[in-house]
Structure formats: structure tokens, C-alpha cells
């Protein structure tokens, strides 16, 4: 996850640069599309952060109280049972369609057996549990990479880690967002941070822990070992 970041930090530097040419003349709008949609990958994560600590400073309040009656069972919004699933599909494909299209072009390459289906399903469930805990810290680190493109400090290309870090490392490297996770997780302990921000304030907090989780070898770690479902 490390070495990701890092050279997740030199791509945003090269798509932030792009924005520069969105201007030049002649240019088809169809590259300017592009070229303004490298940087919104990045730009976005700029938005999203700014998005949430506006709702952790406005508290609760800021919006409808779902968890009134139940915590675990919230009370959604009257709207049309059209509406409720057309936005559910909505949803669930842009989230779910890419991994699904992705197990569909490995079970078509790799050629897995029908005994082997339970371990990718496992496979993928734990894909997307760590993806939904990871990417708030991967939004910090980008919106860190954005801010020192702005800055115009260069990003550089950072040599390619011969070991894997060691937690001391880790706990450099992670250090905002750890930090962020843990006053967030502090602030819905006081009653002061709505429910819907607890996933993103546990995945910040726990950064460090996933950070050296991902990084270890497939299988070896229970949590992992059903990624090992080829063997």
C-alpha cells in the first residue's frame, strides 16, 4: 500500500499538470474530456474531504436524524418503491459492476472450477471489506498529493521499496490520517458525529493495521487465506 501511494502521488502530480492544457487551442474536446478527467480523479478526493469534515463540524445536525428509533435499523425518507430501486440499481451497479466484470474475465482466463467458486466469492467479499476501510485513507493521501502539486513541490519517483516497511514506517507514513480517524472516532463517542460517518472514521483510524494487513502474502494470514482459493 505504500509503495501504491507513493506512486499514486507522482501520477495525481502529472494529471494536475494536465489541467495547463485544457486551454491550449486545436485541441479535440474529446482529450480535454480526458485530460479534465485524470485530474478530477484527484480532484475529487479534494471535495469529498472537504465534504465530510464540513458535516463532522456541523454535527448531527446537519442531517435527518435516520437512527432515531433504532441505531442498527434506520427509518429512510417516504419515496416512491421506483424511485427506492432505481436508485439501489444505480448504485450497487457503479459500485459492483467492475468487480463483477473483473471475476467474470478471471474465472473466463484462469479457467476455475466450479469447486473453486466459494474461495473467489470469500475473495471478493474481503476485497470489498478492505476497499470500503481503505479509501478514506487513500482520499487523504490524495488530497496530500494535490496540495503539494499546487505547492509545486515535486512528487519525484520514489525508489521501489526492497522489503516491506515495518510498522514503525507505517505509523510515519500514516500518521494523518491515523490522527484524523482517531479525533473523528473521539468526536461520535461524544455524541457529536452522526453514524454515517463512523465507517470513514474507522477505516482512518485503522490505517495503520490495514496498511501492514494488505502488504502481507496472500495466505498468509487468516484474514487473507481465502485470496489463496487458486491453490
Not at 436508485?87 to 474465472?107: E, F, K, N, Q, S
Not at 494535490?146 to 520514489?158: E, F, K, N, Q, S
Not at 494523518?176 to 463517542?189: F, H, K
Not at 461524544?190 to 502474502?217: E, F, K, N, Y
Request: one cysteine or more.
Amino acid at each position: 500500500m505504500l509503495s501504491e501511494l507513493q506512486l499514486d502521488r507522482r501520477w495525481c502530480q502529472g494529471n494536475m499538470q494536465h489541467l495547463r492544457l485544457l486551454g491550449v487551442p486545436g485541441l479535440h474536446p474529446a482529450s480535454r474530456f480526458h485530460l479534465l478527467q485524470g485530474a478530477m480523479a484527484y480532484l475529487a478526493s479534494v471535495w469529498w474531504l472537504a465534504l465530510l469534515l464540513l458535516w463532522a463540524v456541523l454535527g448531527p445536525s446537519a442531517m435527518p436524524d435516520f437512527f432515531a428509533k433504532s441505531p442498527f435499523m434506520p427509518s429512510w425518507p417516504d419515496m416512491p418503491l421506483v424511485t427506492q430501486f432505481a436508485l439501489a440499481t444505480i448504485v450497487g451497479v457503479m459500485l459492483m459492476a467492475p468487480r463483477v466484470i473483473g471475476a467474470i474475465g478471471h474465472i473466463r482466463d484462469h479457467g476455475i472450477r466450479l469447486r473453486q467458486m466459494p474461495g473467489l466469492v470469500v475473495s471478493m467479499l474481503v476485497e470489498i471489506g478492505l476497499s470500503i476501510l481503505i479509501a478514506p485513507s487513500l482520499m487523504v493521501h490524495q488530497v496530500k498529493a494535490v496540495l503539494r502539486t499546487l505547492a509545486g513541490i515535486d512528487g519525484g519517483w520514489m525508489p521501489h521499496l526492497a522489503q516491506k516497511p515495518d510498522l514503525a514506517t507505517l505509523a510515519r507514513f500514516h500518521a494523518a490520517e491515523t490522527v484524523l480517524g482517531l479525533l473523528l472516532v473521539a468526536t461520535a463517542a461524544a455524541g457529536q458525529l452522526s453514524l454515517w460517518l463512523m465507517p470513514v472514521a474507522v477505516g482512518l483510524a485503522l490505517t495503520i493495521p490495514l496498511s501492514w494487513l494488505v502488504q502481507r502474502d496472500a495466505g498468509g494470514t487468516w484474514l487473507l487465506r481465502p485470496l489463496s482459493y487458486r491453490t
